[in-house]
């Protein structure tokens, strides 16, 4: 079988990726890595991480993976300002953009302490801010 060499400037046209390795590894499932340093770059840090959650230092957003590697979610804190939420968005969105993410703003959560001393974490879609989404 002979398989046809391309370079990887016609092929990183053609199939719209960043760098070489992205042609053989793409992008991982939960790439908490590449979050990590979009989250960095914005001047505020990971603070933990548990299954498909991130959450991030002052608590004013939490991300989500998605069920694909390149795919974020964004909720907000429902104590968020909304000209935060609106700055923090645009700063998320260009730079998961330049790391190949698709970042969807999904609406609201609310962090709450249950009696023995464990979280409770609420989201709320973003179309009302009121009917719980899970």
Not at 23 to 50: C, N, Q
Not at 55 to 73: K, P, S, V, Y
């Amino acid at each position: 079988m002979v398989v046809p060499f391309y370079p990887f400037a016609y092929l990183h046209k053609k199939m719209n990726c960043r760098n070489q390795k992205d042609l053989y590894m793409g992008i991982p499932f939960r790439p908490l890595g590449i979050v990590t340093k979009i989250v960095e770059s914005m001047g505020l840090g990971v603070t933990y991480s548990y299954e498909d959650l991130v959450f991030i230092t002052h608590n004013a957003f939490m991300l989500r993976f998605g069920e694909q590697g390149e795919l974020l979610d964004v909720y907000f804190n429902k104590d968020c300002p909304d000209n935060e939420s609106e700055s923090i968005e645009k700063q998320l969105l260009a730079s998961c953009e330049e790391h190949g993410l698709t970042l969807s703003r999904k609406g609201t959560y609310e962090l709450s302490e249950k009696p023995n001393q464990t979280l409770s974490i609420q989201f709320f879609e973003d179309s009302d801010g009121s009917t719980p989404a899970q």
